[in-house]
Every structure is written in C-alpha cells, then in structure tokens.
C-alpha cells in the first residue's frame, strides 16, 4: 500500500543525497508548495516535506528510496498549473526539479535545444531568439512556468493554431522512472518509427507516469515581421465563422483568440477603460507572421475583407499591445472581481465554439452566476471562468458540480474533451472518470498500472487506480 | 496459450458475421496475404485465413470471437509494409480491412477529413484536394497503402519536414481493441489534454494494440504554387550541410531528399540515361512550395545561392518530373537488380547523416556488397539498400544481420534509432529488443501486456512479451 507519510529516516536520507538545506520541512518553506494557480482553497494541501535535487542522478536516487519505501511522490515543476497536478493531495514528498535550470545546447544545425527540466520557458525562448531561432510552444504563463512542465501537462497556449501545442516541439525527453531508473526517448532526430511512442505517452502525463528531468526541444527559424489584428463583431457565430475562413484562404495564423461580450465588459471595469464596441462586441484576435512584410500586409488586408463579408463591425490593425491588451487582462479581471473562481477549459470542434458558448451564457441566467468566455478559437478551445463572488464556500461547492455537469454533458454531446490545455490533475479526475469512454478509460487505468504498479508516482492525479488513496498516517 | 490455428468452428463463425464470400482459405486467394514489399522469402508466410469484415461492427465481432477463443490476429491495410508487420508470422487470422473504403466526411470548416481504415492514400489526397483543401501525410507507396496503414505505422515520407510525419496529421481515431470493445480516441478538435494521449500509442503500434477503423485527419490549406530543384555536390558533407542552412534561412521545404553517387549510378544503369554529374555526384532535392510566385522565386535563389556557398557543382530548377526521375526511381533500380534486398530505415541526428554515410561506404567495401544510401535528410532519416545479388540465401542469411549489426551499432552510436518510417514489425523485433534501451523495452512490453494481455493482437512485432510465441497445432 503506498505511503503518504514521510517517515523521518527517510527526510534524513533525501539530505544525505541533495544536502540539507535541499530538504524542505519548515511551514514557511512549505507553503508556497501548497498549491498550484488554482485559488480554490479546496484544491490546497500543505506538504510534510519538499527535495530539491540538482542532477538527474539525484532525482534517481530519490525516487529509488521513495520506490523502496512505497511512498508517495508528487513531482513539481513551477506549480503554475491550473488542475491541482503537482500539489501532495495525498502527502508524500514533492520532487521539485527547480534546480535543474541550466540550457545544456542550442544546437543550430539540428536545430534542436538541449535544456534541463526547470527552465522558465521564457528564458528559453530568449536564449534560442538570441541565436535567431524560434521556439513555437507559448503557453500563457511563459514567464513563469518551467518547460519540463509545459511537457508534463503538454501545455497549449496562443501560437498553437500556427506552430501546434508543446507536445509538436518534444522531439525527445529524459525520464526517471517510477522505479528510479532513468532513460532518454527519443533524442535528435526528426522521425522515429522504433516501437511503441512511450514519449508521447509521458508527454501530458502529469507527472503520474515519471519525472521527466531533460527536454530535446525542435527549433524553427525565427520569423521577421509579425501583424497583430482585433476584429469585433456583434454576432458570436460569425466571429467564430471567420477562422475557417482565413484558414481556407491559405493563411495560417500564428494565434486566433475570441473573447466573448461578458469577457470584455469585466475587462473593461478591470482596467477601468473604454474598449473598442464594447456595448455589444465580440473580439477576434488574429496574429499572422513571416518573412515578408508585403505578403503579411496582403493577408492583413485579406483578412479585413473577410471580416466584412462576416458582418464584422470594426476592425483594427495595430500596436500588439492594443491588440491584445483586453485578451492578456482577462484572466487577471476575473480574478480580481473573484478571487475563487473555476476556470474550465473545454474543447470541441472549431465550429461548435457559438453553440457551446451560447448554452453557457443559457447556464449563466439558470444559475445566476457570472461565467466568462474566451479562448483559442482557433483550435476549439475554449476557457469558461465561472465566478464564485460573494457566495460562501459551502454555497459554491454545492454549485459549481452541478453546471459543471451541465457543461461537460454539453461538450461530450458537441463531440469534445474536458480539457483543451489545462489538463486533469487532481481538480477533474473525477470528472474524467465520470465522462470518458469506459473502454477509453479501462485503457488509461491499465497503462497507470502498467508503469507504476505501486501507484506511488503522483497518484489520484488523472487516473485513480487500484480503487484506494494512499494512506497518510 | 494464444494459438496460432484457427479451428473450423471459429471459420464457420467469421463466415456468419462478413458472408461465406469474405472468409478465404483457398491457396489463390491467401497468397497475396502472404507478404507485405518485403521481398526476402524469409520473412513470407501464407496464412490460413484471411476474413474481410465491411464495418466496425464486424470488426468488433470477429475480434471478439477471437478473443474468446485465444486466437491470433494479424490486421492488416494494403499490405505495402516494409517490416513483415501485416504477415501471419505466428499462425492466426489476418483481418483485412480493404472493404472498409469509404470516406465519410470532407469537413471543409473544421479543416477535417473522417475516413474508414481502408481508403488508399492518394485517393484521400485527390478527394480532398478537389475541395481546395490539403492532406499533409504523403508516403511514398501513396498510391497503393491504406491510410490506417499509415496511422498504425506512422508512416514518413518526402513531405515531413513541412507537415511533418502521419502522427502530425491525426486527430483522431476509431479503434476495436483486443477484446472487441471499439472505443474513439480524439476527434474534430486540435487541442485535448484530457488524460493519457492513447491515440499517440496507437500511431505507429503496427496493429499489436489493437485494429484502427477510422480515422479523423488534419487538412490544410492546398498551396497555390511549387517549386523543385536539383542541387548536385561532389562532396556529401557539403550536401547535407545545406538543408540546416535552408532551414536557419526562414525556409521551410516541404521536403529536402537525398542520393548517394552509388545510388545514382545505379538508377543511370536502371533508367539507360545519362543523369547530371553522375560520375561524382550526390543529390540534394528540394521542393518548396506557397501562396505567392515571388516568394517562392526569391527562396528558390535564395537556395541557390547557399549552395554555392556550399561548394555544389550544379544547380537545377526545372520540372518535377526532371528533378524527381532519379529519386523516384531508387527503389526499382535496387529491385531490378537484386529482387532480394534488405531496406533499411535509420534515422540519426540531421548533421550525422554523412558520418553515417562515410561508414556504410566502408561496410559495403568490408563485406562487398552493393549498399546504396538515399533518404530524406530534412529529418535525418537513411534509407540503406543493402544487396544480395548473386549470393546463395544461406551466404545472405549468414552476411546480413553482421551488417546490420555493425550499422546498428553506429547508428545508436551516433544518437540515431533503429527506424525513421519503415517500423519494427517482425523484420526488426529482435534488433528492437537488442538495440533498445533495457528501461524503454521493458515499459514497452508492459504497456503490450497491458492493452493485449493474452497476448493474441499480431503477437511478435514490435515486442515479444510472455516468452512464448503462439502455438500453431
């Protein structure tokens, strides 16, 4: 049965192996592990103890005591998920890769980066642009979350319509095993047709299946110009309407972000600001890029006409910063009206985004409750806040399961996923249980147990097998 | 014990679920099943019989039936592989998927194609094509492979280093596992972060998972315009260094393809012509191709320009047919001149392609064999032509895997793997359980174990598990 006690043998042999003051067990330092950017206090949990190794070879010889002793490890990046995935819901040790944060090679002929686990994924973006190449993952937290964690959740983000999420830049990975061992898939190269895809599998496993300590990174070149553009229109189907529409004319767009009306209206109290058409609009954001500004501009102007025939009602090539000051403020304009709020993050098939958009504003008057929508339009994806405001906790608990339930019932109807990009963790593992495909699901469960029969790395997150949590006294 | 004779009860049974008609066991009608394009006898087997389902339906029942009967499966598409994966190696039944050969669904909006298992590659292509739209995916066999085939060995081909590899093209798919259950991974979405990615599993499982029914792919956008060009280098390195020097220049080819003067030379002896520069020349082709005529005029000087650089002899911009007549005719140069012949597949680091080659040179000269090189070197992977000739088979038998072994050995050196495109199957199971790191073949074999546990969905590609392979009286 697996552990979710540390015993204090244990606290000292973790310091023999990263040295004492590597082996967190003070409250102050503990806290800020407690959690992740989920702001339910439900989703909280204070750790007994937190290692930090700095090489791969620490982290191995920790998991292997962990294996031994069956107890519980919940690996951890830089705790800037949204699904409650890297927090010890079960106790346990959490294994921060925090130290590992060195790039270890550009390498510009292969154009393929070599880096450690814990570097923040901006830093990495950088480092590669200094060298005039490009790295297309960007999820929204760039600048603070890790790119081991990026991999772990298989992080999504703006630019995924042009250049994928960041399981289409892993070209390789190194991982320590439930059992301690470590072992590199894939590496350098670009194809690879050698027996089962097990890198793929660990990408977006969220640390259930291993702790993935060194990332091979695929490099693009960097493009020279870019032209970001906000269409508004007062009519939902027809902004979601025009993304096929560009796409069909041969136009790839970096990003095509939506915000619904009642997005942009708590946006606007937030920055305490008027913003373009915001009586009744619904934003389009589209950034295109490339290597020819001719070209670029004649897309932009492809793209304005398009938007007229789609009924647009304003539209506005400009700054970035304009562009996108309203999509960059949303998340933060929820949070400040709502400290605890449930962020969903749906996905469906690019087309069904009004119907599915449209329910959820029947849900917000059936309930009475503020829920918000924007997202990646151009994949499908879809992030619904759900604002607690001033109900009481028990209130909320009581809520929040049941239009959730109506959501997901939704989704699965319209032919989507729970989740687009934010992952499952420990916040929708029920959920996952309660709507995959049974065979789907009996598939998942076995692969867990396959490659970690003890259910002692990161257990209760995304799947729960062997029908038990781990035991913390 | 999974066996590996099919009993006449069980025969009688597949013949009530697909009609008499689509159940063979006649010697005329199983030879064709007896072989994929491997054309080493070695590797051949005619099975007992082959059983042709029209639905998923039936799919499900036979499999089922099997299941309850411990009795091998073999799934097999066209039937164009180049690893003995579709050959009843083991005894059993091989499902065919061939009259499953409908496309159902050209989603211009969602940019989706949804297909049955058995439609030919290129008919999908021109379907789609014929709507303005674009399928990536483009193995070489196009014209004859199955599009599951593709997805169940995450085909390559020319195409990948714009579109990348068949996986980069799914979105989705429809599965009958082991025990019959059919179950749908992904869909008409792009992003899903909705627990463990088994449709990334099943891409390139070469059908030891399960039989894929249907599958839902990514289009784009049909590019306006195409360019190819022949760079010819008398000296490899400069040749292969070309392609990261394109790429770091902001062009990405739709493929970059190479030949080895050996290669050449025997496609010169094959084709009765004169071909440029043969008597030291290695090829690079190149093709680009996009939306505006000027663009793609300045990168293809742009092209030429840094081959110059690079030291090439020639340069070439003409018609594809032109540029194309040697590469195209690699394969069936080789054949004509030995029908037994051993392809190999590997795939190392972009830059290492010339160490590569540089050594296989010294092997053909070590063992005197005709071992021609030609591939794809935008992403590194070899294609190596190892002869028989005139050798007796016992001498073939004998001379081969201390070739291979020695290729291998280098290839794992130099970071590469064992395949690019062409997949394990039956050909490659023992170099895979050699070659492979101990902790990835063993998570393999446990993830087999896990989705096949009786061990009866094609058993003995890709990885052996339980010891045993299935008995066959």
């Given at each position: 049965m697996a552990k979710g006690k540390v015993s204090p043998e244990l606290i000292e042999q973790f310091k023999q192996i990263v040295g004492e003051k590597y082996v967190y067990t003070d409250k102050d330092k503990l806290e800020p592990y407690?959690?992740?950017?989920?702001?339910?206090?439900?989703?909280m949990k204070e750790p007994q103890v937190v290692v930090l190794p700095a090489t791969t070879e620490e982290v191995s010889k920790v998991v292997k005591l962990c294996y031994e002793n069956d107890t519980v490890m919940v690996p951890r990046a830089a705790?800037?998920?949204?699904?409650?995935?890297?927090?010890?819901t079960f106790g346990g040790v959490i294994i921060s890769?925090?130290?590992?944060?060195?790039?270890?090679?550009?390498?510009k002929d292969n154009m393929v980066c070599v880096s450690e686990a814990g570097v923040t994924t901006s830093v990495l973006q950088e480092a590669v642009q200094k060298e005039g190449l490009f790295y297309g993952g960007d999820p929204c937290s760039g600048d603070s979350c890790f790119i081991s964690g990026n991999v772990a959740t298989n992080a999504g983000g703006n630019?995924?319509?042009?250049?994928?999420?960041?399981r289409d830049q892993v070209m390789g990975m190194e991982v320590v095993t439930p059992t301690g061992e470590v072992v590199t898939l894939g590496g350098k190269f670009r194809k690879n047709a050698t027996g089962y895809m097990l890198m793929h599998l660990f990408i977006g496993s969220e640390g259930t299946l291993g702790i993935i300590t060194k990332v091979y990174l695929k490099l693009v070149a960097l493009p020279k110009y870019q032209q970001d553009l906000l269409v508004v229109f007062d009519n939902l189907d027809d902004a979601i309407a025009l993304t096929p529409k560009v796409m069909n004319a041969g136009i790839t767009p970096v990003c095509v972000e939506f915000m619904d009306n009642a997005s942009i209206k708590q946006v606007e109290i937030f920055l305490d600001e008027k913003l373009p058409k915001s009586d009744v609009g619904n934003y389009i954001i589209i950034q295109i890029a490339g290597d020819n500004e001719d070209v670029l501009m004649d897309q932009c102007e492809k793209i304005v006409e398009l938007a007229e025939e789609n009924n647009a009602i304003d539209s506005l090539v400009a700054d970035p910063a304009v562009i996108w000051k309203s999509r960059k403020a949303y998340l933060e304009a929820d949070r400040a009206r709502s400290l605890v709020f449930s962020m969903e993050d749906i996905v469906v098939p690019m087309t069904e985004i009004p119907g599915a958009v449209q329910q959820i504003s029947r849900l917000s008057e059936k309930y009475n409750v503020a829920m918000h929508c924007a997202g990646h339009c151009g994949d499908g994806n879809v992030h619904i806040d759900i604002l607690k405001d001033d109900r009481t906790q028990e209130e909320w608990e009581e809520m929040l399961p049941k239009i959730q339930g109506e959501i997901y019932a939704l989704v699965y109807q319209l032919g989507?996923?729970?989740?687009?990009?934010?992952?499952?963790?420990?916040?929708r593992e029920a959920l996952l249980e309660k709507y995959t495909d049974p065979v789907e699901l009996k598939m998942m469960k076995a692969v867990k147990k396959a490659l970690d029969p003890k259910n002692i790395?990161?257990?209760?997150?995304v799947v729960s097998i062997n029908d038990e949590v781990p035991v913390e006294e």
């Open positions: 407690s959690h992740d950017e989920v702001t339910d206090p439900h989703y705790g800037t998920g949204l699904a409650a995935g890297a927090v010890a890769i925090e130290r590992m944060n060195k790039i270890l090679e550009i390498d630019r995924a319509v042009k250049y994928g999420v960041t989507g996923r729970l989740s687009g990009e934010h992952g499952i963790g420990y916040k790395m990161n257990p209760g997150k």
